[in-house]
């Protein structure tokens, strides 16, 4: 069963950079037809797909936040990041890295994701 575990700073202030990592544990990130996704809910909202990257490196964004996300990974440690650049308070939320597949194409709706991570808070404010 795999795991997933976000870690990263809880609190940032406007302009500033939110940088996350998931540490993915019980499979590989490179698992074929899987895909790593970042999928976030801010207060009295449903949950938002970010971005993801897949099993052969590619990364795909939502259209509404490709200009200020990126995504990336380190396979020696098995890990991937969110990078999202120039945070306002309406990026605070519950931010989640998630897994999904086995598919041929890429999940961009947060159901899709059958597994996730606990979450870890992000709040923005001066």
């Known amino acids: 069963q795999v795991q997933l575990q976000e870690s990263g700073p809880g609190l940032l202030k406007p302009s500033q950079t939110l940088s996350l990592t998931c540490t993915v544990s019980g499979g590989s990130i490179t698992t074929n037809n899987y895909y790593l996704g970042w999928i976030r809910q801010s207060p009295g909202k449903d949950l938002e797909w970010m971005g993801a990257?897949?099993?052969?490196?590619?990364?795909y964004y939502s259209p509404s936040l490709k200009s200020r996300t990126s995504i990336s990974r380190d396979t020696s440690k098995n890990q991937f990041t969110l990078q999202l650049s120039s945070v306002t308070p309406e990026d605070t939320a519950v931010y989640y890295c998630?897994?999904?597949?086995?598919?041929?194409?890429?999940?961009?709706?947060?159901?899709?994701?059958?597994?996730r991570g606990q979450g870890t808070q992000v709040t923005v404010s001066t």
């Open positions: 990257i897949g099993y052969s490196g590619t990364t």
């Open positions: 998630a897994r999904g597949g086995p598919t041929w194409v890429v999940p961009r709706l947060a159901r899709q994701y059958g597994s």
